[in-house]
Nanobody, 111 residues
Framework: QVQVVESGGGLVQPGGSLRLSCTAS????????KGWYRQAPGQQREVVAV???????KYVDSVKGRFTISRDNAKNTLYLQMDSLKPEDTAVYYC?????WGQGTQVTVSS
């Protein structure tokens, strides 16, 4: 039984946009801390953006002003809107609810 489903990855040109979605079952979505992480080839997984239960949001410096994390509690869904994408944003992106990870979705930024 799949409890976390990610979608929205793909191939986009530099400067383009993508929106990632991550839907979880209620018990998993209720985790206080929710976030997006990414792992590029040969690199360690890094945090991209996190949102706490009180709504406080933090971004890694490299995506500030370009990415936006949001949540829809009614839909049990976490989003990552990614604008002005750069080749260095290419990675597998993972959502995380508490200690539960999504399966990952590939984002490739290339002309």
């Amino acid at each position: 039984q799949v409890q976390v489903v990610e979608s929205g990855g793909g191939l986009v040109q530099p400067g383009g946009s993508l929106r990632l979605s991550c839907t979880a079952s209620g018990s998993i979505f209720s985790a206080l801390v929710k976030g997006w992480y990414r792992q590029a080839p040969g690199q360690q997984r890094e945090v991209v953006a996190v949102i706490a239960g009180d709504g406080i949001i933090k971004y890694v410096d490299s995506v500030k002003g370009r990415f936006t994390i949001s949540r829809d509690n009614a839909k049990n869904t976490l989003y990552l809107q990614m604008d002005s994408l750069k080749p260095e944003d290419t990675a597998v992106y993972y959502c995380k609810f508490g200690s539960t990870w999504g399966q990952g979705t590939q984002v490739t930024v290339s002309s």
